[in-house]
Nanobody
């Protein structure tokens, strides 16, 4: 079992930045693919970014490429999502998730989920 806890959400003006953090415990963190997903009201959960267990593979949704950066620190059991140039369309609950597979970018493949953290971008 893996426990996942996100932090770092909040309210920011358009053009601003936020950094989300996610700590996972209970299983060897370095064996897990980690991902960020988001869900806005009335919309389906969508992929944002993922990083492989040792950080060698990274992928982003087209909508966040060039603005968001995912990274991980296996010594701290933590994955980060640096979000720059935020716009109101980025407003959503952001979820961190852990996956036992070597690689995945679709939410059903992820086994463990955090409770989510709200990100609100005002115009």
């Amino acid at each position: 079992q893996v426990q996942v806890v996100e932090s770092g959400g909040g309210l920011v003006q358009a053009g601003g930045s936020l950094r989300l953090s996610c700590e996972a415990s209970g299983r060897a963190f370095s064996s897990l693919t980690m991902g960020w997903f988001r869900q806005a009201p009335g919309r389906e959960r969508e992929f944002v970014a993922a990083v492989s267990n040792r950080g060698r593979r990274i992928d982003y949704a087209d909508s966040v490429k060039g603005r968001f950066t995912i990274s991980r620190d296996n010594a701290k059991n933590t994955v980060y999502l640096q979000m720059n140039s935020l716009n109101p369309e980025d407003t959503a609950v952001y979820y961190c998730a852990a996956c036992r597979l070597a690689w995945a970018t679709t939410w059903p493949a992820y086994n463990y989920w955090g409770q989510g953290t709200q990100v609100t971008v005002s115009s």
